[in-house]
């Protein structure tokens, strides 16, 4: 069985709340669901960076989920600051990256996503950096070939907005999960090439 982490921050925890919420319609299962001989987990933390992410690993999160794949939806709260250093945001990307294949586990980079209303700069500043930051992720992806990058589609639309212009409502986190199912599809057909 392949087992794949979804890691990232508030997207997939809140996510990952909806798909265990036994309350809710079959509509949220998993997204291993759909795959029979693949495992998905994820693990979310709210406010998290790439930093935060390789502390948690560093501090073993992979021993309890033990993936062959990350799927990463991050980058979003490291572009969200007062300031943005290119070069230190990198270096913590690499970083991120050396944590995960020096244990064995594929990296794939879901895309940074749009934001309406970030809460450290202004949301030109955000789209900026988000495009600087989807650059570096499709640029190590060409060069890595256990490092990917997916671009999701149909996940941004100003409905699926919160209020606060940051998280999704429930009709974006819907979105949200095909895109998440998408990016699992999309993984399993490349490597089984």
């Not at 392949?2 to 508030?10: D, M």
């Not at 299962?29 to 790439?50: D, I, L, R, W």
């Amino acid at each position: 069985m392949l087992n794949i982490l979804v890691l990232g921050h508030s997207y997939v925890e809140n996510l990952r709340r909806l798909c265990e919420n036994r309350r809710k319609p079959h509509t949220w299962e998993n997204p291993s669901n759909a795959h029979g001989k693949v495992s998905v987990q994820m693990h979310g933390y709210p406010g998290a960076t790439f930093k935060r992410l390789t502390e948690a690993i560093e501090a073993g999160l992979f021993v309890h989920y033990n993936p062959q794949v990350v799927i990463c939806q991050i980058g979003s709260n490291d572009c969200d600051r007062y300031s943005f250093d290119e070069a230190a945001f990198k270096t913590d990307m690499n970083t991120f990256i050396y944590a995960c294949l020096s244990r064995g586990v594929s990296v794939v980079f879901m895309s940074v996503m749009k934001r309406s209303g970030p809460w450290y700069c202004t949301p030109d500043e955000h789209t900026v950096r988000r495009e600087i930051v989807n650059k570096m992720m499709k640029s190590i992806a060409l060069e890595n070939h256990f490092v990917h990058y997916f671009k999701p589609t149909n996940v941004y639309r100003t409905e699926y907005e919160a209020r606060d212009g940051i998280h999704f409502t429930e009709e974006g986190y819907r979105a949200f999960l095909v895109a998440l199912r998408k990016s699992v599809s999309w993984f399993i057909n490349k490597v089984s090439k």
